[in-house]
């Protein structure tokens, strides 16, 4: 026998209560029983991204949700502009250039956070963008952005602010209305606790009359056609088929999320990742994240001669934990570990201990022991 856990950005551990749900018998979609539930998990997303306005559940993973972001803001021919710190940036870029728009790109090196003042110029250097799109943590390098800065520019801008938020939202703080975001988008599998297979959206008005023009080829992703079903009845529904189970393990995982509170959750989130953070700087390896270090991961460059991708192969098939390794080119280079969703107190202890024992059966200089003493330290005083 071998105990399975997961420490990845995402695919994310889910709680027992919300794996159980998924067990229960699949509910019609178009009745009042289901489009109770329906109801309540839309005013919980709504809580969870600090928004007054409609969200939509689309059945897809969160690339789902930055297509029909995309889709319905972007037209063939538009000037956008990209803010990209990694390789989710980079699928921005990508998208936006299949839609047949001209991307202006600004682009720091991995492990840095946008600059504002460079995110202010080409905002300027270009009036006539239409959206600005970002990432609230770039799970590819492990820094998060200043989002609530950036918010303050396009507020005054003709452009949009599309937030790719799926790992950030639901540890971190974030406040979609407040920071003058105009499309969120999110996925299920991360802070919010549930499998993979769910993603939402959400528009401020500014983003809405734009939609409401949009005149891009779409269908299952028309936003427009959601917000009808939404409000077309008393109670909501969907366009297409619900994906029931998810939606109904979705309620229950947003009642966690509910019940423990938006702040508490990403003081959690911020305590484990700084224990983590901690723990690794004590064992003597370097954090690949030069400022705004993620909550939802710590990324970490490989000591000298270690392949990441041994690494992570090694802690997931000896130990049974899944980390993760490094995407793009950061490939063998760096390794990720998660602390994001359903994550505790004794979840860093674990994670470093494994990196511990790994990195010393492959041979590497390290004292084993020195990075969970520091972790262990740390939590103790953040949990006092
Ligand atoms: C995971 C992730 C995605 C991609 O989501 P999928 O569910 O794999 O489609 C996009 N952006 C960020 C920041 C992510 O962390």
Redesign the pocket.
Known sequence: MKKKYIMA??PTEVPPEVLAEAAKPVMHHRTPQFRRILTEVLDNMKYVLGTTRSVYILAS????A?EAAIANVVSAGDKVIVGTIGA?GD?WESMAKAYGAAVVKIAPEWGYALKVEEVKAALDANPDATALFI?L???STGVYNDVEAIGKLTANHKALLVV?G??GIGAQPFYMDKWGVDVTVI?S??GLMIP?GLAYVSCSEKAWKVIEANKTPKFYFDLKRYEKSLTKEKMPDTPWTSAVSLIMQQAVALRLIKEETNEKVWERHAKLSKAVREGIKALGLELFAKENPAVVLTSIVAPQGIDTKILVKKIRDDYGISMAGGQGKMEGLIFRVGTLGYTDRFDPIMGVAAVEMALKEMGAAIEIGKGVKRVMEVLMEDYK
Do not use: H, L, V
Request: charged content about 20%; overall charge neutral; hydrophobic content about 15%.
């Open positions: 950005p995402g993973s969160g690339t789902g930055m989710f699928r990432q943590n770039e799970t790719d799926i790992s996925g599998q991360k993979p």
